[in-house]
Every structure is written in structure tokens, then in C-alpha cells.
């Protein structure tokens, strides 16, 4: 299938990938994505199955070839696999990937109805393999849950790739055991840089670890090569000789990577952003709910692709630094 008119932006990049929140709730409360009493959103504002089922037909028939899945968490959202079963018949039609990133919380209740649903990969987001550290980190105590979940995924058939944030004196020390574990499952591993993305409690100069100290650190322990694999995504990668597996390397903030940028995210609330890093925004749940919805979607997309800015402008490296950004990750899906 040809796409009726595929997104390009003022800066000549394709846009065929999006990242799409159906839901700004979770489970957990990681420290460095959301404090303890985070205030979530009404559900009238939040959008409906059917609306996000439109919006994704929408972006589907305009280009896009991929869709991520998150949130907030998104297997906590009751009609999510519906919708991953409703996406899941445009897999083969339009759409050549369909995905989606969790906790894994609930990932074993779930695992075999994502496959059957065409679902191929998950990521997985695992800071540490001490409970006690899951615990503090997480500030619940689910470590358990996640590890089956991630046993539940392969025994389902799904590829599973973890994605770490690197925290000073955290989890830091434990990188490279968190390593040799994923590679040792036959998971691949990717180490992300914490970003400013709202308030949490604390400053986040004293969580922030940048990857160049931490691939220092691993060098030290293992050979690591450079890997050319691309994903379309920020990630760069490197095989690591004594685990036979794949590592991963998403700097935003010691690295910039978006001149190849293909992908926009839409929250919960049908906000798109054309910039994880940026405030350009364009309401589809307004186009959604008004009296066309499919061609003042199509509209608000041609928007979006006029005001996607260059690069983002975080900034991280110097004590007290406000977040770039007022909203959490949770809100804009990671
Ligand atoms: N709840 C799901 C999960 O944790 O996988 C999906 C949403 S979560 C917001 C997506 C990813 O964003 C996770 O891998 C999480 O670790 C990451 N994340 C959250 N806040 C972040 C921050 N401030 N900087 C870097 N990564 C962050
Ligand atoms: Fe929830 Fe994911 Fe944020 Fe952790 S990182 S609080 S699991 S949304």
C-alpha cells in the first residue's frame, strides 16, 4: 500500500514512525520519571479506544509504517489489547511493525495475546536486578512481576530488548552485570541517558550519568566494537566480544541525533509533539472530535511537519538546572 501523501517535514525528513501514549497512568512511580503523588489525568480527557484506533488509521494512511505503544504504562489501560488487536489486522496493510514499550508488570498476563495479535518485539525497561534496589527505585516492590513478564514475553515468541537509564551511584555499578544477564537471555541492551523531562523530587544533576563514563567503565571489563546496526532510531550500538550480544547507546545529551529524525509522539490526550525535546504541539483530539475528524486529522498532520523544530535543547549538566521541560516522559510516552 502507497501512503495517499506521505509526512515530510521542513527539513526534508520522513516521518513513518510514531510513538502513541494510550494512557498517562502507571504502576510504578521510577524516581526519575514521576514523583510518588503524581496527578493523573480525568479520563473524559484521555483518548477513547475508538479514537485512538482512528487517529492510528489516520497516521497509518499518511505514511507511517510503525507504531510504538506506551505511556504512562501502557498495559495498565483495560482496552489496550484491543486495540493492539484492531492495529494488529493493519500489520502486512500499511503498517510493517506494531510494538510497544512496558514495565512488564503485567507482561505474563498478556505475552501470548500481544504474538497472536502480530506483536514480534517488546522493550523492556529494567534499571536493576536487586529487589531491594527495584524497590527504592521503582518505589514498589515488583521485581518478581517484571522477571516473569520477561520470561512470559519469550516463551511467547517475542523478541525482548531492555532499556536501562543510567543513574549515578544507582544502578551505575551494575551496568555491566545488567549486561551480561540480558546477553545471557539472548536480549539485547540498551544504557539511556536520564533526560530533564519534568519536575521529580530531587535534582537530577545528581542522577545524571553520562554514557561516555559508563562505556569507559565497560571498556574496562569488556571488548566492545562498533556494531553499524541502525534501528532508525537514536541508539548506537557495539557487539560486546565476551557476551556475544548487542549494546546500545542513546545519548540526547552527550550526543545529538536528529538529523535523522523520523518519528513524531502523540500523548494520551491526542497532543501531538513533534519533538520529545520541544514544545511544538498540534491538538489532534480536537480534529478528532470535531465535525470531519479524518481530514482535520490529515490537516493538523500537514501542521505538525511545518513546525517540527531542527534538534532538541535539552540541558543536564550543571547542578540546578530546571528541567528543559515542564511535562514527564509518562506524559509524552518514552
Ligand atoms: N512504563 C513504560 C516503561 O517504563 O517502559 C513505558 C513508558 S516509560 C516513560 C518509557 C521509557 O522512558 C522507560 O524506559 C523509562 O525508563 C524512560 N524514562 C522515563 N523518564 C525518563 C527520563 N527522565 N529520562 C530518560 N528516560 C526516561
Ligand atoms: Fe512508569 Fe515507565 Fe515512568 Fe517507570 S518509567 S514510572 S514504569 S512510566
Redesign the pocket.
Known sequence: MTASRPLVDQFNRRITYLRLSVTDR?????T???PER?TFLPRKEVLSLEELHRMALGFIDRGVTKIRL????PLVRRDMIELVRALGRKLGNGLEELTL???A?QLAQHADDLYVAGVRRVNI?LDTLDRDQFARL??RDSLPQVLEGIAAAQSAGLAVKLNT?ALKDVNQHEIPALVEWAHGQGMDLTLIEVMPLGEVEGDRFDQYLPLSEVRRELEQRFTLSANPHRSGGPARYVDVAETGGRLGFITPLTGNFCDGCNRVRVTATGQLFACLGGMEQVDLRAALRGPDPDAALSQALDLAMRIKPARHNFEIDRPGAAPALAR???ATG?
Do not use: F, I, K, W
Open positions: 502507571c504502576d510504578l512511580r521510577c526519575y520519571c514521576m503524581q506506551t505511556g504512562g504504562e514499550t512496558t514495565n508488570t525497561s521503582a518505589r537509564v514527564h516522559m509518562s518514552g
